[in-house]
């Protein structure tokens, strides 16, 4: 399946690929790990028919550039925003973000202080006791991992992949989504990557959540196995003002499970905005 990010930014270590669509309000649209914003190739195409909507990949992922030595920590994939966000140059656009694209929009907000209109988290990495399972197992030993057969890291990766949808993915979405971290450069930028994310990151901002001054939505599927619904009511119980939508019959991927009553609730505005 084709989806290209034409425009190009620098950092300090690499590129990040972009890409916008649409005009209107400004909105961005922020993914999480193992995937890139080909997540979004249906949700960004149908929010531009009234918003200018902003795509791209955080550094070390997708399309965006990969190699040894970079910082693919949680604070500089949140650096990496706020100066995509400068660049951008759009005043206070809505941000939604996804798995650790949660943390990242958090972080961004509350310690690299820019400015939103409004935020939504949905099935997102915010806060807690989140190094848990396959995640915590790469941390701990990912000299293990990076040495894998590649048939056994690919398994590892389609297995990961299917474990985060409760309807299945698509021959064609599991290979977009798989592609990018196959051969000898996929799997290192892989284990690369997940052993930089650490819940440190995210402590570093709980105390603040309660005083977010704008308009919050937080999204959660009632069947997410990679972060249950207990994450959601952590966070809510956190932002008192935030509204809490459940979506019903879906996994951690939103985009695939329910990407219609994902785009309804997206589309909706804010009743406090």
Do not use: C
């Amino acid at each position: 399946m084709d989806w290209r990010l034409g425009e190009e930014f620098e950092t300090p270590d690499g590129m990040i690929r972009w890409d916008v669509m649409g005009s209107g309000d400004p909105i961005v649209l922020v993914h999480g790990t193992p995937y890139s914003s080909f997540l979004w190739r249906d949700i960004a195409p149908a929010l531009a028919r009234t918003r200018t909507v902003f795509v791209f990949d955080h550094l070390g992922f997708g399309q965006s550039d990969r190699h040894e030595g970079q910082d693919l920590s949680l604070a500089a994939h949140a650096r990496n925003f706020a100066r995509l966000l400068d660049h951008w140059g759009r005043d206070r656009p809505s941000v939604v973000a996804h798995d650790i694209g949660g943390a990242v929009a958090l972080r961004t907000l509350l310690l690299e202080k820019r400015e939103y209109r409004d935020l939504t988290l949905f099935d997102a990495v915010s806060g807690g006791q989140w190094e848990r399972g396959l995640f915590r197992l790469i941390l701990e030993h990912r000299e293990v991992f990076e040495q894998l057969p590649g048939y056994a890291h690919e398994a590892l990766v389609t297995s990961h992949l299917r474990h985060a949808t409760q309807v299945g993915l698509r021959p064609e979405v599991l290979e977009g989504f798989l592609t990018p971290w196959l051969g000898a450069e996929g799997q290192a930028a892989f284990y690369r990557q997940y052993s930089q994310i650490r819940q440190a990151d995210t402590v570093a901002y709980e105390h603040l959540l309660g005083g977010i001054p704008l308009p919050v939505r937080i999204v959660w599927a009632r069947e997410d196995r990679i972060l249950p619904p207990r994450y959601a009511e952590w966070l809510r119980d956190r932002i008192p003002h935030a509204e809490l939508h459940w979506i019903e019959d879906a996994g951690h991927l939103l985009q695939e499970d329910a990407p219609g009553r994902l785009l309804s609730l997206l589309s909706a505005g804010f009743p406090s905005a």
